[in-house]
């Protein structure tokens, strides 16, 4: 992807486009950031230049990488089955997509990601499970998310009723030096902590250990990963112009589109990359929604006919070649003929995505510099953070959660929707593929119906770690539709006085808090069970 895509874009975008690239060049953000010059966006300087470790991933991981393969063959040798990572956002995302688009290779380990304190998702994880035969990646860079910890007291606490003293040889750390986890992991004699370097951030962390040790126990080869991330890198010199760099071209168009007022991407994919979306999704999200500024990522829409669209959309098509992309090539090309503007990237084959994760990190840095944000912080995550926090401790003093009033109904919050507002869809429920298919419907729905309004769907408490910044930070266009059920077959958190139906509900009505204090267009649907037919038939009831 180039300047040549430039003909193809509306003549406005191109326009802006052309304003965005010669501003970069202005600016020598080629040469400033390879020196880490954090004077390229807003904040803290200091902070930022702390985050900007992604850059020289693959200078820094082979050194930590070369004992991967080793470690992982050993973990076959030692009889383990499945490896299960209980991570949240950054530490998560990016291992999902690896599972997901490469896989795993014969007679490696089976990856399972666990991102959610739901008690249908935990319990349907425990299921699946032979504990004797489980390795635990317990992924955090801080080591303080409430998540992760509540998930490893709970599988610890199963794990020791099996193994006893052996216990710690069934989980690995993967944190930052000096973290409280790294101290956890070291007192409970896990079998391997890693130390990631601390100056990547969480959500441009894939290409590092967060992402290359749960892929080297699938049999995912990080060298090769990284070798194509270099690639990228390579046409990113401190010497090239903008619109020559793959990179910055993608970052400029991401902020052409916003000025002109386009700022919903809507993130196509070929079949087998659809997870790539939800990683790409939370960099843009927590990265550009802030300061009453941001650009909506929309991943996996169902498909409106291109006029439908409304005129807030800007496109991206990330195909794989060999993938079966007939309906999506054929949506895409009409896309571009209906004067939307749409542009294509093409992957050669899986291990692409090592290009591509560099391509979208620096295009994101690029963006936010264009857009005046700091891509690097997440000034509004911490809100909902302290918000769930008070819950928790208000539930653990009461034994009840404070009553919720004065909320609109969900046809009256949606009966006011028009672009360039979006609609966004959070799910304190057991994502299935089943639930997802109610969702899917909804949106169809919903968008047909409101002049091709682009809708969101993030399962919680995942997308607090993504879209919940945006929510919250980001312009407020968007109408909240906060999805939850009531109390059935719960799971307890070993040694708390809460159970993880409390702990989810507390992160829901938490967040639900926050986006009020913002007055934020929000509302909360409870459902009876966590069911997909609970759901559809409390959407029939409704609308």
Not at 106 to 116: A, I, K, T
Not at 143 to 152: C, F, Q, S
Not at 472 to 490: A, I, N, R, Y
Request: net charge negative; aromatic share 8%.
């Amino acid at each position: 992807m180039s300047n040549q895509d430039l003909p193809e874009l509306p003549a406005s975008i191109a326009d802006y486009l052309s304003t965005c690239l010669d501003e970069l060049d202005s600016q020598r953000f080629a040469r400033r950031i390879l020196d880490y010059d954090a004077g390229l966006w807003r904040g803290n300087e200091e902070e930022t230049q702390q985050r900007l470790g992604w850059l020289h991933v693959h200078e820094s991981m082979p050194p930590l990488t070369q004992s991967l393969s080793s470690f992982a063959a050993q973990a076959r040798t030692d009889g383990f089955r499945d490896a299960v990572l209980l991570g949240m956002g950054g530490s998560s995302l990016g291992a999902e997509v690896l599972s997901q688009v490469i896989g795993t290779s014969p007679g490696h380990l089976r990856l399972h990601v666990l991102d959610s304190t739901v008690p249908g998702a935990v319990r349907n994880i425990r299921d699946r499970i032979d504990l004797p035969h489980t390795l635990f990646i317990v992924s955090s860079k801080s080591g303080g998310t409430l998540e992760p910890n509540v998930l490893l007291q709970y599988f610890w606490h199963e794990t020791l009723s099996v193994e006893g003293d052996n216990a710690g040889s069934h989980f690995i750390a993967i944190t930052d030096a000096g973290s409280s986890l790294e101290a956890l992991a070291r007192e409970n004699r896990f079998r391997e902590v890693f130390l990631n370097p601390s100056d990547v951030g969480g959500r441009y962390s894939v290409l590092s250990l967060f992402g290359l040790v749960p892929g080297a126990l699938m049999g995912i080869d990080p060298t090769l990963l990284l070798e194509r991330a270099h690639l990228m890198k390579r046409h990113c010199p401190a010497h090239i112009a903008a619109r020559d760099c793959p990179s910055a071209w993608l970052g400029a168009y991401l902020a052409a589109c916003t000025r002109s007022g386009r700022n919903k991407l809507t993130i196509l994919t070929s079949p087998r990359l659809r997870s790539f979306g939800l990683w790409a999704e939370q960099l843009i999200a927590e990265s550009i929604g802030k300061e009453g500024t941001g650009i909506v990522p929309v991943s996996e829409e169902p498909l409106l006919s291109p006029k439908a669209y409304s005129g807030d959309r800007t496109f991206v098509y990330i195909r794989l070649s060999g993938d079966q992309c007939d309906e999506m090539d054929a949506h895409a090309a009409s896309l571009k003929e209906s004067g939307q503007p749409c542009t294509v990237i093409e992957l050669p084959d899986t291990y692409a995505l090592g290009t591509e994760f560099f391509r979208w990190e620096y295009a994101t840095a690029v963006t936010g510099a264009l857009l005046g944000v700091n891509p690097f912080d997440q000034p509004d995550v911490q809100s909902a953070k302290d918000a769930s926090t008070a819950m928790l401790r208000h539930y653990e003093s009461h034994r009840e959660f404070p009553q919720i009033d004065g909320l609109p109904s969900l046809k009256d919050l949606i009966g006011s929707a028009a672009p360039p507002d979006y609609v966004a869809i959070m799910a304190y429920l057991h994502q299935t593929p089943e639930m997802d298919a109610v969702f899917h419907a909804f949106r169809r729905t919903v968008s047909e119906k409101h002049g091709g309004l682009a809708t969101t769907l993030g399962y919680g408490p995942r997308y607090l770690h993504s879209t919940g910044q945006l929510h919250k930070g980001g312009p407020d266009e968007c109408v909240l539709l906060q999805f939850v059920c009531e109390q059935g077959e719960d799971v307890p958190v070993p040694e708390k006085s809460y159970s993880f139906g409390i702990v989810a509900e507390a992160q829901a009505l938490g967040d639900l808090q926050a986006l009020r204090s913002l007055n934020r267009r929000v509302t909360r649907i409870v459902l009876k069970r966590d069911s997909a037919e609970d759901l559809a038939q409390a959407l029939r009831d409704s609308l």
